[in-house]
């Protein structure tokens, strides 16, 4: 559940993002940007219970045949996913603290800043968050398409496995 809960929450971001961005400055930008960091700083506490979650609770040994590459790749995927759903929050929150743009989350929590002001810094923080998140997109529709393989290709159980509650 933790799993479609974020997917939602990133593509929700995904589509925040891009409609704020387009936005020229006004009280609407304003409020939608709130929303954006509120459920990004969001996503960056659910990743912390996802990964304590994997710790405290393995993933089953995959029983499927896969040879050392693919198992390899899907590690390498997972790893990636997992460090672009941390340094992308992160660099949003580095940004924000480098404009010396006040935050507080959901508009009730006072969010402190990270840095020191750097209006420059904050704009390279804020190039490397829209960066990050072109990768992410990429990676999801690698990772997308890799469980569709295995479903329609393989025909083998992950993406059942993904959808099917134990």
Excluded: C
């Excluded at 672009?84 to 006040?102: C, D, H, Q, R, V």
């Excluded at 402190?112 to 999801?140: C, K, N, S």
């Amino acid at each position: 559940m933790l799993h479609w809960l974020m997917a939602a929450l990133i593509l929700g971001q995904v589509v925040l993002g891009k409609y704020a961005h387009g936005l020229d400055r006004s009280m609407e930008k304003l409020n939608v940007m709130m929303w954006h960091k509120s459920i990004g700083i969001s996503l960056l506490l659910l990743l912390l219970v996802r990964l304590a979650w994997i710790w405290f609770n393995p993933r089953p040994a995959w029983s499927g045949e896969a040879n050392r590459w693919a198992v390899a790749g899907q590690r390498a995927s997972h790893a990636a996913l997992y460090l672009l759903m941390f340094a992308i929050p992160l660099t949003g929150w580095l940004s924000n603290s480098a404009k010396a743009i006040p935050f507080r989350l959901f508009r009730v929590i006072p969010w402190p800043d990270l840095i020191d002001p750097d209006p420059a810094m904050g704009e390279r923080f804020q190039a490397w968050h829209e960066g990050l998140v072109t990768a992410l997109l990429i990676l999801l529709g690698v990772h997308i398409a890799a469980a569709f393989w295995h479903h329609f290709y393989r025909r083998d159980e992950v993406l059942v496995r993904m959808i099917k509650r134990r």
